[in-house]
């Protein structure tokens, strides 16, 4: 897979090229904002990674260009920046992710991992998991024929659960998923969980929302229930 490097320090540069190429993906570097955009316009990419302070452009002005351009490739942000403000700024201009330098190398890649796996669920489009559909570009659900409508919070949980149908996803994997960075109670995945369960499942006999003790959750059909 190709990724695109947006970052004008050399040395960070560098070391990030060096650890994804390691990481078996092919990199390009672009040193300044006007370099970056030329390369995303003109090329295919699974990822962006995206600094803010660059020369000649900056990164929310790259960013805000290429959603214009409805460039839907996963963006993450790389910078020093790290206030709340400068974090609403970047994710309002189209940004998917946000992640502060410095940052561990480890943490990086997992956060490309779950964009690509995000990306990859936007592209099926449609998840079917018995009477549920899930369409991930309108981020419209429906069961038995009747649209549900959900907080952005609750989509996001759904959706996470849909693009793993069948496997247990554990407390802290939801986190990840769907909170991210982002501080959340203990008990937080338990609350949305109930909250998604009273939409999905409750007006329906049959619950696909599924609790494995001691492990996590589920999203599917029970067993001996068909699809149809």
Not at 10 to 22: D, N, Q, Y
Request: charged letters at 30%; hydrophobic letters at 45%.
């Amino acid at each position: 897979m190709r990724v695109l490097l947006v970052e004008d320090e050399m040395g960070i540069s560098r070391v990030l090229k060096r650890g994804l190429e390691e990481a078996g993906y092919v990199v390009d570097v672009a040193f300044d904002g006007a370099a970056g955009l030329e390369l995303a316009e003109t090329n295919n990419y699974a990822v962006i990674l995206l600094d803010l302070m660059l020369p000649k452009m900056d990164g929310w002005s790259v960013c805000e260009t290429l959603r214009k351009q409805r460039c839907k490739v996963p963006i993450l942000m790389l910078t020093a920046k790290d206030t709340i403000t400068d974090k609403i700024r970047g994710l309002d201009t189209g940004a998917d992710d946000y992640l502060a330098k410095p940052f561990d190398f480890q943490e990086l890649m997992a956060r490309i991992r779950a964009l690509l796996r995000r990306d990859k669920i936007h592209k099926v489009r449609v998840i079917r998991i018995g009477d549920l559909e899930i369409d991930t570009a309108q981020r419209r659900v429906i069961r038995a024929g009747v649209e549900i409508g959900l907080s952005h919070r609750e989509y996001e949980l759904l959706e996470a659960l849909a693009a793993h149908e069948s496997q247990v996803l554990s407390r802290e994997a939801i986190q990840e998923r769907v909170w991210m960075n982002e501080e959340s109670y203990s008990n937080t995945v338990d609350v949305y969980i109930r909250l998604l369960r009273k939409k999905i499942d409750a007006a329906y006999p049959i619950k696909l929302i599924q609790t494995v003790h001691g492990v996590g959750y589920t999203l599917r059909l029970p067993e001996g229930e068909s699809a149809n």
